[in-house]
C-alpha cells in the first residue's frame, strides 16, 4: 500500500532493526519501547484493522503466533512476554498496517481501570 510505513519496512524503503523473518511476515524492534523489549510481528499481507480479516487470513495470525512462541528464547523473551493488536481509536492504533505488538524483557505492569 502506498504511504504505509509498514510496508515500507517490509520493503526495506525504510530500515528496520529485523530479528525474524518468514513468508509470512516480519518482527522488527519497535522504533519507541514500551517494555525493555518491545517487538512488532508484522504480517507482509496490508490490512488497515484486525477486523478487516476474514476467516482464511485468520490462519495467518496462527502462523504469527506459533512463530513468536518459538523465536521467543531468541528475542530474549525466555522468562515470558505479553501480545498486544491495538485496534480503533480507544485502543490508540496510530499505524494502520495489523500488527501484533510483543513486549517483555522485565515483569510488566498490568494497569487495572480506576487504580
Ligand atoms: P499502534 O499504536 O498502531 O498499535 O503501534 C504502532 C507502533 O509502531 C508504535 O509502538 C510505534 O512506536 C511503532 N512505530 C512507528 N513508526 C515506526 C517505525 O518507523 N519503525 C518501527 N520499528 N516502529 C515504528
Ligand atoms: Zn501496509
Redesign the pocket.
Known sequence: MDNC?FCK?IDNF?P?ERLYEDGRFII?????P?ARLHY?AIPKKHYAYLSNMDASDTQELGHIFAAIARESENLGLQNGYRLIV?QGADA????FHL?I?ILGGEALEWRKNNE
Open positions: 510505513i519496512i525504510i528496520s522488527v524492534r519497535d522504533i519507541d514500551k512488532l491495538n490508540g492504533q496510530t499505524v500488527h505488538h
